[in-house]
């Protein structure tokens, strides 16, 4: 039996990789083996097409003009954007969790909200606000809208972990609120902001609708177009050799950033919340930029979706066929949140508890996949399947199977986060008193990691909900989401046709995500 925690715990404290270091149980390891070779198959299927077409027309393929066009944009994309959205979501975790803003309760879900409008449907509301909007500098104000979130949730939530008696020992020796956040918070939302900034990252590489809408070429965009005109395998997998290669480069980066430290703590911190900085005059610039950042993000999809119902009229709803959509759309996702949450666990204890390259290339090779967009890893899995497991093709299971591919980033983050936030000295306890490795995991790591997984699994859901092209192509006969029946009638031009299922597709996202973010801020008592 573990005992309760102390009324006042020891300060989170940075553990060296060496004293955290643990080899993986059987279970574990041969969970991430088959992970890992899974990830294996859409990149195989990148490097057969590269080496298939030989060393001079690779060559050829990747020095074009075209290539450094794409190369610039998606470049700068990544570069402009991640720093947009770090910069707002620690600013709003901030305000939201640590002063003493009025309304907090209102705004903690609200900023949550965006992640129930795809950044496609947030690219359609723009568009139908400004049609002239293209290029770059459209696609960093709807992706830093919908991907801002990323950021916000893993900071709040460890903010609300935070041990606020470090932070008043600080402030007894003199340093004041800007102090305090730099030298003392900061530091400790290292892995946070780093886990947000790469998903971030990824994501921009693998998204392919949003920029489609604002006619902004990205690699991703350039690979569906290749595909999807011409069927050219050997330009199309030269284009995602270089995803992949940028993809290396922000893990790098972030493995760079991240260090050797993990942070954890034994107890859950001082039986009490943080005392509120106060705002004094700055309470109405900042209420107001709050404020305004709801209504870009959420208000303007809002009311375009309002807007061209109200165009569209009664002719735009077919009930039967947007319910049949919407029961679908809940049964793939919620199929794979739980499956991707389940094997996040082996895949982000290793990266947590072992040491050395080996663990970086286990994490790393789930974020370099799920890079890639959605049709190479849907074509890989076609081309797999109809050779060697023909009763997958156009299964349930396979399109299952993608997203987990797809998303794992998504969950990898969030479970990561948790585990590193739990001492490895409270499973050690637990064993040696009597408790089996699953018994362990079961009673204290998992109620430990229940908040990180709770967001894990909402986000996976709303992931798999607002998927495209790798459901285009997979989706069994017969299957028709929310997104795909948007996008059919979005590409059509027919912007009043889209909006129920647009609509639908929001409606369905907010309560999931509202439900699970408010799990995830529970934090579990020891």
């Not at 794979?336 to 790393?364: H, I, Q």
Request: hydrophobic letters at 60%; charged letters at 10%; glycine letters at 6%.
């Amino acid at each position: 039996m573990i005992a309760p925690a102390p009324p006042v715990s020891r300060p989170a404290a940075s553990v060296s990789r060496s004293e955290s270091t643990a080899r993986p149980g059987p279970l574990v390891s041969a969970t991430v083996a088959i992970l890992v070779a899974a990830t294996a198959i859409p990149l195989g299927y990148v490097v057969w097409g590269a080496v298939s077409v030989g060393w001079d027309r690779a060559y050829e393929l990747v020095v074009r003009p075209r290539v450094g066009e794409l190369l610039v944009n998606t470049v700068a994309l990544v570069v402009v954007t991640v720093p947009l959205c770090a910069v707002i979501g620690i600013a709003v975790a901030w305000l939201v969790e640590r002063t003493d803003l009025p309304g907090r309760a209102l705004w903690r879900p609200l900023f949550v909200a965006p992640l129930a409008v795809p950044a496609f449907v947030n690219s359609y509301a723009w568009v139908g606000v400004i049609p002239s909007l293209h290029g770059l500098w459209a696609g960093v104000l709807i992706t830093t809208l919908s991907y801002f979130p990323f950021m916000y949730l893993p900071v709040a939530a460890t903010l609300r972990r935070l041990d606020p008696a470090v932070e008043e020992s600080a402030r007894a020796l003199g340093s004041d609120s800007a102090g305090v956040f730099f030298r003392v918070v900061l530091p400790q939302l290292r892995l946070a902001i780093l886990g947000g900034a790469l998903l971030i990252g990824v994501h921009l590489l693998a998204e392919y609708g949003a920029f489609a809408m604002v006619r902004f070429d990205t690699f991703t965009v350039a690979i569906f177009q290749q595909f999807q005109v011409t069927f050219d395998g050997a330009a199309g997998s030269m284009l995602a050799g270089v995803l992949v290669l940028l993809c290396l480069v922000l893990l790098l980066a972030e493995a760079a950033a991240r260090g050797k430290a993990r942070y954890a703590r034994i107890g859950s911190g001082a039986p009490r919340a943080a005392v509120p900085v106060r705002l004094g005059r700055n309470v109405f610039p900042a209420t107001t930029c709050l404020a305004v950042l709801a209504a870009l993000a959420i208000a303007v999809p809002v009311w375009t979706i309002v807007r061209w119902l109200w165009i569209g009229g009664t002719r735009v709803w077919d009930f039967g066929e947007i319910a049949n959509a919407l029961g679908q759309t809940i049964a793939l996702a919620a199929s794979a949140a739980a499956l991707t949450t389940v094997l996040a666990f082996p895949v982000a204890w290793v990266a947590v508890r072992s040491n050395g390259a080996l663990a970086r290339a286990v994490e790393g090779a789930n974020y370099i996949t799920s890079s890639l967009p959605g049709i190479v890893t849907a074509l890989a899995l076609v081309t797999v399947a109809i050779h060697f497991a023909r009763p997958l093709y156009q299964s349930v299971p396979l399109i299952v199977f993608a997203y987990v591919l797809l998303f794992m980033p998504r969950a990898l983050v969030n479970v990561r986060a948790g585990l590193a936030q739990v001492p490895p000295g409270l499973e050690e306890a637990s064993r040696s008193l009597g408790s089996s490795p699953s018994a362990t995991f079961l009673r204290v790591t998992l109620r430990l990691t229940a908040p990180a997984a709770a967001a894990a699994a909402s986000l996976v859901f709303v992931a798999v909900a607002t998927e495209l092209t790798a459901t285009l192509l997979l989706a069994p006969t017969g299957t028709r989401t929310l997104s795909m029946l948007f996008w059919s009638f979005s590409s059509e031009l027919d912007y009043a046709a889209a909006a129920p299922y647009a609509l639908t597709l929001v409606l369905l996202a907010i309560p999931v995500t509202l439900i699970l973010f408010r799990q995830s801020t529970k934090v579990a008592a020891l």
